[in-house]
T-cell receptor
Framework: GENVEQHPSTLSVQEGDSAVIKCTYS??????FPWYKQELGKGPQLIID?????GEKKDQRIAVTLNKTAKHFSLHITETQPEDSAVYFC???????????????FGQGTILTVHP | GAVVSQHPSRVICKSGTSVKIECRSL??????MFWYRQFPKQSLMLMAT?????????EQGVEKDKFLINHASLTLSTLTVTSAHPEDSSFYIC??????????FGPGTRLLVL
């Protein structure tokens, strides 16, 4: 089955700095890579996702890059703010299209702390 | 859009009792719903996948007779933890998919079994 490794496990940055979280996956057939933000005591919130036919996607301060050859993808947060502090999870799935669904395999999570 | 709710948000019960958790997609129809379990400071572990009107598919190691899942409609799935024990205490999270690969997660239910 799929295996997703996420690094680092903790990341501490100063407000305004950039933060980068990296994930690698094992199944070359995986084709969907979402990133989730989870605040304490809450469910994960989808913040950005990328599909295997795209190399990079950006949404304001958040960007995700995908290297299919190397089987890794990264989350980039620029101009970090204290409210970005949370646990971030990457995930991977293999979606076959149509009425099928893709099971998400999650990374271990990264605790991001942004210091004011 | 894409809002998923869970009820209750937290529940405390005595050992041996059963607990039902509801998951609803509020503004879309969910062809597939997923149930996850998350222990403190750990990642999400998929327990089972359910499609409306059919039996749930459980992940390896998850007892289907203990964790009963019913996907009664395109907007509602329930997870019943039967004969709960302290080791079942955890954070249970559902997600729903309107079709395709995207999943939207609920806020989670904190279960504490005494």
């Amino acid at each position: 089955g799929e295996n997703v490794e996420q690094h680092p496990s903790t990341l501490s940055v100063q407000e305004g700095d950039s933060a980068v979280i990296k994930c690698t996956y094992s199944d070359s057939a995986s084709n969907y890579f979402p990133w989730y933000k989870q605040e304490l005591g809450k469910g994960p919130q989808l913040i950005i996702d990328i599909r295997s036919n795209v190399g990079e996607k950006k949404d304001q301060r958040i960007a995700v890059t995908l290297n299919k050859t190397a089987k890794h993808f990264s989350l980039h947060i620029t101009e970090t703010q204290p409210e970005d502090s949370a646990v971030y999870f990457c995930a991977a799935s293999k979606y076959a299209g149509g009425t099928s669904y893709g099971k998400l395999t999650f990374g271990q999570g990264t605790i991001l702390t942004v210091h004011p | 859009g894409a809002v998923v709710s869970q009820h209750p948000s937290r529940v405390i019960c005595k050992s041996g009792t059963s607990v039902k958790i509801e998951c609803r997609s509020l503004d879309f129809q969910a062809t597939t719903m997923f149930w996850y379990r998350q222990f403190p400071k750990q990642s999400l572990m998929l327990m089972a996948t359910s499609n409306e009107g059919s039996k749930a598919t459980y992940e390896q190691g998850v007892e289907k007779d203990k964790f009963l899942i019913n996907h009664a409609s395109l907007t509602l799935s329930t997870l019943t933890v039967t004969s709960a024990h302290p080791e079942d205490s955890s954070f249970y999270i559902c997600s729903a998919s309107p079709g395709g690969e995207t999943q939207y997660f609920g806020p989670g239910t904190r279960l504490l079994v005494l």
